[in-house]
C-alpha cells in the first residue's frame, strides 16, 4: 500500500518490500529488521493517536538515545504530528522554556526527571506526559505496547511540518526550526545519492539523536537507502573500533576523529571495511584530516549544514576532498556568499555571508515570525550567519559565524585566520580567538590556547610569533591558556562562554 503521509512513503522507499532485511545492529547483539522497524513505529503511530495527537500537534521528547526514541519520531510523523527532540543536557528551566513556546500535546521523557518536569509539563499545557528510559522501558513503552497494531497513515502534504528543533543557542536564545516533509525528504534523498548509500551500506551510528546531524542525516539517508545502522547508545571508541569489520560508514563530529586518533586500534587493517567517513557540526581541523589519512588511508569527507537548512555543502564523494573546505553546494540547494549589507554576491576569493535556498530550507522560526524576516530574505535565501568564502575551483571554506567577528578600531577581524596560525605553531593543539569590550577599540583581540601536552609555549612566545605574519590590528592583544576549550555535545566551541570568563580583560586598559 503506498503511504500518503510524504515524509515516511519517502523514507521507506529504501525498505519497500524487504522485511527481512536489518534496518539495526542492537548493543545486545540483536538485530532488527526493517520489518520490525516499521511495525513499532506503526504502534508508537497508534498509541500517539490514541493520546489525542491531532495534524501539526508537537511531540516533545527529552529520553535517553534508544530505539524506542527513533520509533517515536517515525511514529509522530507518520501520526501526523511534529517531532521535537530536545537535547538531554537542557535543564528544567531550559525544558520550561521549550514546552512554553512549542506547546506540544505529548512530551516524553527520563524517568529519572519525571517528578521535576511533570509541574512545567503541566503548566505548559501538554495532555500526555509518559516516561521513556535509556533501555526502551518505561510508562510510554507501555502505552505503545498497548496500542493497536492496525495501519496508521495520516495524510500529509510535503508543505506539512515533520519537525520542530531548537537551534543549539550557542548565542542568544533557541529558536524553533520548523522543518517540512519536503525538507527533511529531500535531503535524506540528495545525500543518499551524493554519498553513494546503498542497501548494503551499514553506519556506525554513535551520533546522538536530538540533533540533526544523528536525526536526520544519519538515520534518513540510511532510511532512503534501506541500509542499516549499528546502533550505538553513545560515542565509544573502543566500541567503534570493534564495529568497523563489519561497517562500511560513519558519521561524526570532529572529536570522534580526533578521540579515535588517540585510539591505538585505529590502523589501515581496522577500517579495510570501511568505505565513508564524514565529518560536520563544527571546523575539522586541517590537521586531524591530514593523520586521519596517514593512518586510515581514508580522506574524512567534511560537509556543512545546520539544524535551520539540513546540509547544504559537501566535499565530493569521488575527486578531491579538501581539508579545511565544507566543499560544493549540494544538488538542488544554492549556497551564495555576499555582501551583508547589500545582498549581492562577492567575488571569488572574498569572504562574505552564506546564504542558501533549497527545498532542504526551513520553514520559518516557530512563533517568530519578525526573526524569520530578519534571516530569511523575500527571495528564499537564509542568511546562515556563518561567513565564507569561494575558492577559484568552487570549494567553500567557512570562516567562522558573522556573530563570532571580532571588530577592533573598525577593522574587521576574522577569527579563523588567527586561530589557523596559532594552531600550526610547535606545542598548540587548538585555539579560539575572541574579541572582548575594549574601552579604546571597542573590542580587543585575545587568544585562547589549548597546549600539546606540556609543550614549552607561552603568551610572549605565541605573541612573537604572530608579529610578522598579522597585521598589527590583527595581533591579539592577550593570550590565555586553557586545558580544554569549552565545547557543546555537538563539538561546538562555545565562544560566547569563553567571551563571558574574560569579558573584563581590557577593562581598566588605557593602551
Ligand atoms: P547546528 O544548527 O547545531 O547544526 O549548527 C550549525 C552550525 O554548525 C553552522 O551554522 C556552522 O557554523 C557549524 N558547522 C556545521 N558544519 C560545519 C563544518 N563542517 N565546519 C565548521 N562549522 C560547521
Redesign the pocket.
Known amino acids: 500500500m503506498t503511504l500518503s503521509n510524504n515524509l515516511i512513503r519517502r523514507l521507506s522507499v529504501g525498505s519497500d518490500g524487504r522485511h527481512d532485511a536489518p534496518f539495526a545492529y542492537m548493543p545486545d547483539g540483536s538485530t532488527v529488521t526493517y520489518g520490525q522497524l516499521w511495525a513499532d513505529v506503526n504502534r508508537t503511530a497508534a498509541a500517539l493517536l490514541a493520546a489525542g495527537v491531532t495534524p501539526g500537534d508537537r511531540v516533545a521528547v527529552q529520553a535517553q538515545k534508544s530505539l524506542q526514541m527513533l520509533h517515536l519520531v517515525l511514529g509522530a510523523q507518520l501520526a501526523g504530528g511534529v517531532i521535537l527532540p530536545l537535547n538531554t543536557a537542557y535543564t528544567a528551566n531550559e525544558i520550561a522554556y521549550f514546552l512554553g513556546d512549542a506547546e506540544p500535546a505529548v512530551f516524553i521523557c527520563d524517568p529519572a526527571a519525571e517528578a521535576a518536569l511533570a509541574p512545567i509539563a503541566k503548566s505548559a499545557g501538554v495532555k500526555t506526559l509518559a516516561t521513556l528510559s535509556a533501555d526502551g522501558t518505561g510508562s510510554w513503552a507501555d502505552r505503545v505496547a498497548a496500542a493497536p497494531s492496525d495501519p496508521v497513515d495520516v495524510p500529509r502534504t510535503a508543505e506539512d511540518l515533520g519537525g520542530i528543533l531548537y537551534?543549539?543557542g550557542t548565542t542568544g536564545r533557541s529558536k524553533g526550526a520548523m522543518l517540512t516533509h519536503e525538507a527533511l525528504a529531500s535531503n535524506a534523498e540528495v545525500l543518499k545519492d551524493y554519498w553513494r548509500f546503498t542497501k548494503d551500506d551499514v553506519l556506525i551510528h554513535a551520533l546522538p539523536i536530538f540533533?540533526?546531524?544523528g536525526l536526520f542525516v544519519a538515520t534518513n539517508t540510511t532510511l532512503v537507502a534501506g541500509g542499516s545502522i549499528i546502533f550505538m547508545p553513545k560515542f565509544d571508541p573502543d566500541a567503534i573500533l570493534a564495529a568497523m569489520p563489519r561497517a562500511t560508514a560513519m558519521m561524526g563530529v570532529p572529536t570522534f576523529y580526533t578521540r579515535l586518533l588517540d585510539h591505538p586500534g585505529l590502523t589501515r587493517e581496522a577500517v579495510a571495511n570501511m568505505r565513508l567517513f564524514v565529518?560536520?557540526?563544527?571546523?575539522?581541523l586541517a590537521e586531524t584530516h591530514d593523520r586521519w589519512r596517514e593512518t586510515t588511508g581514508h580522506a574524512i569527507l567534511?560537509?556543512?549544514?545546520?539544524?535551520?537548512t539540513n546540509m547544504n555543502t559537501s566535499n565530493p564523494y569521488d575527486g578531491d576532498r579538501r581539508a579545511g573546505t565544507?566543499g560544493f553546494p549540494l544538488p538542488g540547494v544554492e549556497v551564495i556568499v555576499t555582501n551583508p549589507e547589500t545582498g549581492e554576491a562577492v567575488p571569488t576569493g572574498e569572504i562574505g555571508a552564506i546564504e542558501v535556498r533549497g527545498p532542504n530550507v526551513f520553514a520559518g522560526y516557530w512563533r517568530m515570525p519578525e526573526k524569520t524576516k530578519e534571516e530569511k530574505r523575500e527571495n528564499g535565501f537564509f542568511i546562515?550567519?556563518?561567513l565564507g568564502v569561494y575558492d577559484e575551483r568552487g570549494y567553500l571554506t567557512?570562516v567562522g559565524?558573522s556573530k563570532d567577528l571580532i571588530i577592533t578600531g573598525g577593522f574587521n577581524v576574522y577569527p579563523k585566520e588567527i586561530e589557523g596560525l596559532i594552531d600550526d605553531m610547535d606545542g598548540v593543539k587548538e585555539s579560539a580567538v575572541i574579541g572582548l569590550p575594549h574601552p579604546d577599540f571597542g573590542e580587543g583581540v585575545a587568544a585562547v590556547v589549548v597546549k600539546d601536552g606540556e609543550a614549552d609555549v607561552s603568551e610572549a612566545s605565541i605573541l612573537d610569533a604572530l608579529k610578522d605574519e598579522l597585521a598589527r590590528f590583527k595581533q591579539p592583544k592577550r593570550v590565555f591558556f586553557v586545558d580544554e576549550l569549552p565545547r557543546n555535545t555537538?563539538g561546538?566551541v562555545q565562544k560566547a562562554a569563553l567571551r563571558e570568563t574574560y569579558a573584563d580583560t581590557f577593562a581598566k586598559t588605557t593602551a
Open positions: 537551534t543549539s540533533h540533526t546531524h565529518s560536520g557540526s563544527a571546523p575539522l567534511e560537509r556543512y549544514g545546520m539544524t535551520e565544507v546562515t550567519g556563518d567557512l559565524r555537538m561546538k
